[in-house]
C-alpha cells in the first residue's frame, strides 16, 4: 500500500508561483511514475505532470509546458511541482497519484493505483 499527502497549495495571484509537494510512504509494488492531475471547478480531472521514478524523465501536458516543472527525490520518495506563471485558469484542485504501470498511458488517470487527498491551488486576477 502506499499512502500520499500533498501540500503547497493556496492563493496567490495572477503570474506567481508556487510549489506542490507530495511525500510516499508505504511498500510500492511497481513505483514506475508519479503524476500529477487536476480538476478545474465544473471540469473533470485532466493530466498535467508526470515522472518516471526511476530516470526522472518528466512528460507534461501542452498547457503547462514552459511554465511547471516536475522533480523527484528517491531518497524521500517525494515528487514536486514547480508552478510558475500562474493563470486563473490554473485553478483547481490538484492530486497527487502513483504506481503508474507500464504500457498505460501516463495522461489517463485510471492507470494510477494510488491518490492523494488532493489540495486546491486558487489564482485570482
Known amino acids: 500500500q502506499v499512502q500520499l499527502v500533498e501540500s503547497g497549495g493556496g492563493l496567490v495571484q495572477a503570474g506567481g508561483s508556487l510549489r506542490l509537494s507530495c511525500a510516499a510512504s508505504?511498500?510500492?509494488?511497481?513505483?514506475?511514475?508519479m503524476g500529477w492531475f487536476r480538476q478545474p471547478p465544473g471540469k473533470e480531472r485532466e493530466f498535467v505532470a508526470a515522472?518516471?521514478?526511476?530516470?526522472?524523465?518528466?512528460y507534461y501536458a501542452d498547457s503547462v509546458k514552459g511554465r511547471f516543472t516536475i522533480s523527484r527525490d528517491n531518497a524521500k520518495n517525494t515528487v514536486y511541482l514547480q508552478m510558475n506563471s500562474l493563470k486563473p485558469e490554473d485553478t483547481a484542485v490538484y492530486y497527487c497519484?502513483?504506481?503508474?504501470?507500464?504500457?498505460?498511458?501516463?495522461?489517463?488517470?485510471?492507470?494510477?493505483?494510488?491518490w492523494g487527498p488532493g489540495t486546491q491551488v486558487t489564482v485570482s486576477s
Open positions: 508505504g511498500r510500492t509494488f511497481s513505483n514506475y511514475a
Open positions: 497519484s502513483a504506481d503508474r504501470k507500464k504500457g498505460v498511458p501516463r495522461s489517463y488517470a485510471g492507470a494510477y493505483d494510488y
Open positions: 515522472i518516471n521514478w526511476s530516470s526522472g524523465n518528466p
